[in-house]
């Protein structure tokens, strides 16, 4: 019992260290060849985005609205991705080997 008490200590720690380095761990999307571009942490807060003057055009206002939309999906896609690399090994394969109770 000791050692699974220890064990389930241990995980905790992984997952809040994993947190941790999502939440300071930038990545980043783009549209529109770069025209526009979003930084995003792996936690999927927004921290940036950029947008290249030769998006910027008075008389179409909804092509630049689109480019930030995709540059956002983008990102939070990259966010998604890092974050199921990183605590992919924490949510699964690595639970407690405890017969007759599945987990």
Do not use: C, H, N, Y
Request: aromatic share 0%; charged share 20%; proline share 4%.
């Amino acid at each position: 019992m000791a050692q699974l008490l220890q064990q389930a200590q241990q995980m905790q720690q992984d997952l809040a260290a994993a947190q941790q380095e999502l939440a300071v761990t930038e990545v980043t999307g783009s549209a529109g060849g770069e025209l526009v571009t979003a930084t995003m942490t792996g936690t999927g807060e927004l921290t940036a985005l950029t947008i290249a003057p030769a998006a910027v055009d008075p008389d179409d206002i909804e092509t630049l609205q689109d480019l930030v939309v995709a540059a956002v999906r983008d990102a939070k896609r990259a966010a998604d991705d890092l974050t199921a690399e990183r605590m992919g090994p924490l949510a699964g394969g690595g639970g407690f080997d405890l017969p007759g109770l599945g987990l």
